[in-house]
């Protein structure tokens, strides 16, 4: 059994020191390997790959790049620094210090909570592991594999919590969360979006775009949480999660940008003819994907999100800049649809609707992506412009879930939405063609697939046509 010490997973958690949490890593160490070389990338396990490793918490000097073999990255552990005295900052218990320890009461729900977020970090590596044979440059694989080898972190980073503070439930659920399989029938990721295909690139940019923004916003949720540790570790995983959202939001960017330059050249406008991805299609996936992640904040009316606030467990993004930490008073405005799917105003109480408050701060988030893409379709000089689709539209959770909308929010029938779905969501025919642009891997350094602009520098500095990924050695 592989030996766990400071060198082999960079922590800042003691674990040199701490004997039974080393032993439960050490057990769990294997079967995440394991679990790496079966649902990891397929392929390119072996080569040396040009990847920024996380080394401590000091803002300037955190990431380390190098070339690594992936199954051999250095999986670290860090929270970020303690805040002294930090007391809590929501909720019921607000004013009090902060818990070092479970609270006992709270114990079942902060575990479901560490659970679910750390179910999504393995499940993306999952969808994500065919993309490198089809990758449309050699920066764009690197990026692809930063991103996964990170996730594979923030699984680690939950691990840690639940081996550490949840005793030996906690390590049952380290060892579930190796064991569920995005998109399986038996044992699915817990989460819609998690299991759903990521098989072409464009989906890629997308979930990184819209899903891992998710991410950051519930992560913003937690990093206020009461439970310091978890408001520690969390608060760490930002830092990575920029990284994705930027591989995301700029790899549409690139495609838009392409697309835009062939719908120009093209005599009839069209950047299919030039083998580009269409602007139509772009919206698609948007439109797609962005729904799937409005989904993933859960109901717009919720007692689980009251409680959860009220217990001082998960706050909102950005806490301190809301004037009234408690919420027992206010109410918050909605359009909630009556039996029929009509609309009708109504006033929730405020900690009932804490999951549309932090769903208002991520698509306030999103927009601020699509104006850049927009902005970039005025420049190369076309009137097309995307957006983001109605909240109601193509929902699975909460109160729209059951009922059609259109793009617009407007209430429609289930027949004209079967009528129109393939207009509004990629179809299968969409797929194919996207899929076809995508046969195979582009991997010459400084090149790029016709349907993607390059990006204007490369990765740590390096010049664009840098090997990111060397033969084996
Ligand atoms: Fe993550
Ligand atoms: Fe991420």
């Known amino acids: 059994m592989a030996h766990i010490t400071d060198e082999r997973i960079p922590n800042n958690v003691n674990l040199s020191e701490d004997k039974r949490l080393q032993r439960a890593l050490e057990q769990w160490q294997p079967n995440f390997l394991q679990w790496w070389m079966e649902m990891g990338p397929a392929g390119f396990q072996a080569n040396q790959v040009y990847l920024r490793t996380a080394i401590s918490v000091d803002s300037d000097g955190w990431a380390h790049y190098d070339f690594v073999k992936m199954p051999e990255y250095r999986w670290g552990i860090f929270l970020a620094e303690p805040v002294a005295e930090r007391k809590i900052g929501f909720g019921d218990p607000i004013g009090q210090p902060v818990w070092q320890d479970v609270p006992g009461e709270h114990r079942n729900t902060l575990q479901r909570l560490i659970v679910t977020q750390g179910d999504t970090e393995p499940a993306s590596v999952e969808q994500q592991r065919m993309l490198g044979h089809t990758c449309p440059s050699m920066y764009d694989l690197r990026n692809l594999f930063q991103v996964n080898v990170e996730e594979g972190r923030h699984l680690w980073a939950m691990v840690y919590l639940l081996q550490r503070f949840f005793g030996r439930e906690g390590r049952e659920e380290a060892e579930e969360l190796l064991m569920r399989r995005s998109g399986n029938q038996d044992r699915p990721r817990i989460l819609g979006a998690f299991n759903e295909p990521i098989d072409d690139w464009l989906s890629f940019y997308m979930f990184t775009m819209f899903t891992d923004r998710d991410g950051k916003y519930q992560l913003l949720a937690l990093a206020e949480s009461g439970f310091d540790p978890l408001s520690r570790t969390t608060r760490f995983m930002l830092t990575e999660e920029a990284h994705h959202m930027f591989v995301g939001e700029t790899g549409i960017g690139r495609v838009v ?142 109160v729209f879930a059951g009922l059609a909308f259109d793009p617009q929010g407007r209430l429609i029938s289930k027949e004209e939405w079967e009528l129109r779905r393939d207009q509004w969501l990629p179809s299968a025919a969409d797929r194919t063609y ?35 990924l060397r033969a084996e050695a």
């Not at 580009?276 to 919720?302: C, H, M, P, R």
């Not at 899929?435 to 990006?455: D, F, N, R, V, Y």
């Not at 204007?456 to 840098?466: A, C, S």
Request: hydrophobic share 35%; proline share 6%; net charge neutral.
């Open 434 to 468: 996207v899929k076809s642009l995508q046969a195979k891997a582009i991997t010459k350094p400084g090149e790029m697939a016709h349907w993607i602009a390059a990006p204007p520098r490369g990765v740590n500095n390096k010049p664009l046509d840098f090997v990111y």
């Open 257 to 398: 940008q392409r697309s835009a330059e062939l719908t120009r050249q093209s005599e009839n406008g069209d950047a299919r003819e030039l083998g580009g991805i269409d602007l139509a299609t772009i919206q698609k996936y948007l439109n797609l994907w962005y729904s799937l992640s409005l989904d993933l904040f859960g109901s717009e009316v919720s007692t689980n999100a009251a409680s959860f606030f009220g217990a001082g467990l998960k706050g909102r993004a950005k806490e301190d800049k809301y004037p009234d930490h408690r919420a027992v008073e206010a109410v918050y405005p909605m359009e909630l649809p009556r039996p029929d799917g009509t609309l009708k105003p109504e006033e929730v109480p405020l900690r009932s609707a804490m999951n549309e408050v932090l769903r208002d701060g991520y698509v306030e988030d999103c927009q601020r992506g699509v104006d850049r893409w927009n902005k970039t379709l005025a420049e190369v000089g076309l009137s097309e412009r995307l957006a983001l689709p109605s909240r109601r539209f193509h929902r699975h959770q909460g």
